[in-house]
Nanobody
Framework: QVQLVESGGGLVQAGGSLRLSCAAS????????MGWFRRSPGKEREFVAA????????NYADSVKGRFTISRDNAKNTMYLQMNSLKPEDTAVYYC?????????????????WGQGTQVTVSS
């Protein structure tokens, strides 16, 4: 089993920054790719960013490219999402996820474990 716990969400003004963290336990964290997804009210869950097991490969949704940075610290079993230049349309519940493969994927169905989510609200 894997447990994923997100933290770092909150309320921020447009143009501000937040850093989300996802702490993992229960498996060899460094062997698996990780991702961030988000769900806004009335919308489907959407891909945000993904990172390979070793951190050498990263993918981003077009809507966040250049503003968000995904990273991981395998020694701490933690993944991060640095979010800069936040916009009101970034408001959502953000979920971290782990897939039991080393390579990245942008589809939610390819991830096997999910956290409970953390709310990010960006005011205009």
């Amino acid at each position: 089993q894997v447990q994923l716990v997100e933290s770092g969400g909150g309320l921020v003004q447009a143009g501000g920054s937040l850093r989300l963290s996802c702490a993992a336990s229960g498996r060899t964290f460094s062997s698996y790719a990780m991702g961030w997804f988000r769900r806004s009210p009335g919308k489907e869950r959407e891909f945000v960013a993904a990172i390979s097991s070793g951190g050498g490969s990263r993918n981003y949704a077009d809507s966040v490219k250049g503003r968000f940075t995904i990273s991981r610290d395998n020694a701490k079993n933690t993944m991060y999402l640095q979010m800069n230049s936040l916009k009101p349309e970034d408001t959502a519940v953000y979920y971290c996820a782990l897939r039991l493969y080393s390579g990245t994927d942008t589809t939610a169905q390819s991830y096997h474990y999910w956290g409970q989510g953390t709310q990010v609200t960006v005011s205009s």
